[in-house]
């Protein structure tokens, strides 16, 4: 193991509630009823894979683009202040990168967004990479933002790396892309859920993972 690719929404940051929030008040504006449960179910999609569950084809092309302006504005204006980190996630990743591991970010959120996502988790010196939906032609769960990373992170290769997600999305996307991935309870998923898309391991969220590091997939593999 010489590499970790961290999603960010509901696994390293307490957010996937507060975009589904977003994303009702945002197509209620646009005269769109949506259910809050459904809508969170969704999370962890970016706009471009979410808003066809919700609208139909000829909507989406006609107005995708404008809504998820809106809902952008809107995240960042009314929820964004609300975001909070889970516990853990500084040490854990001190931790990784003393074990001389590589770390990289993979989020569907846009640039800008990753960008204060770290300064809100304090962890920008030590993060080696990081990609958005800006790298991808396609969000989760297709494997594009992930694919993104691995070219970043050349040469180490796949069978060096591992992803550590909070959503089926993730653990899809990543298995496209040839990566195993370490599932984290704390976005919402049913553990089930995470186990059927291919989770390797399951944790309850950065401090669980930081308190069994040595006995996880992580520690397993770094100290051979």
Do not use: N
Not at 5 to 11: A, E, M, R
Not at 103 to 110: E, M, V
Not at 192 to 203: K, N
């Amino acid at each position: 193991m010489r590499a970790v690719i961290f999603d960010i929404d509901g696994t390293l940051l307490d957010s996937v509630g507060l975009h589904a929030r977003a994303w009702v008040e945002a197509f209620a504006h646009f005269g769109v009823e949506t259910d809050f449960d459904v809508v969170r179910r969704q999370i962890g999609k970016g706009g471009d894979e979410l808003m066809p569950v919700f609208l139909p084809p000829e909507r989406v092309e006609r107005e995708g683009k404008t809504i998820e302006a809106y809902r952008s504005g809107l995240f960042k204006r009314e929820y964004l202040p609300h975001v909070k980190p889970f516990p853990g996630v500084r040490a854990l990743f001190e931790h990784i990168r003393a074990a001389g591991l590589t770390i990289a970010l993979a989020s569907s959120g846009k640039r800008d967004e990753v960008e204060h996502y770290q300064e809100i988790l304090g962890i920008g010196d030590l993060v080696d990479v990081a990609t958005s939906a800006d790298d991808a032609e396609r969000s989760k769960p297709h494997p594009d933002i992930f694919e993104a990373a691995l070219r970043k992170l050349a040469p180490i290769g796949k069978d060096a790396i591992v992803a550590i997600g909070d959503t089926p999305y993730d653990a899809q996307a990543a298995g496209k892309a040839g990566l195993a991935t370490i599932g984290m309870l704390c976005g919402g998923f049913p553990e089930a859920d995470l186990s059927a898309a291919g989770c390797i391991a399951i944790y309850r969220d950065p401090q669980d993972l930081l308190d069994g590091l040595d006995r996880s997939p992580l520690g397993e593999r770094s100290s051979r």
